[in-house]
């Protein structure tokens, strides 16, 4: 099974992006890792979410 990490970054609260990864389960054969990431609306925050995608790429094996 291909095991990927999915973000949703937001500057809100995040329900709406949170909401669209219930589509993910249109993918059976891949197991998703879902990553909320809400209020990322300083440059500080934004770069803590940079440093977890590329995090999550290296533990992936993959682009999340």
């Known amino acids: 099974m291909i095991k990927r ?3 949703f970054i937001s500057d809100g609260t995040g329900i709406t992006a949170g ?5 993910l389960e249109h993918f059976p054969s891949t197991s998703f890792t879902q990553v ?3 209020f990322t609306d300083t440059l500080d925050k934004i770069r803590l979410a940079q440093d977890a995608i590329l995090h999550a790429t290296e ?6």
């Open 36 to 38: 909320r990431l809400p």
């Open 5 to 7: 990490t999915a973000f």
């Open 59 to 64: 533990e992936d094996g993959g682009r999340p």
């Open 19 to 23: 909401a669209l990864g219930k589509l």
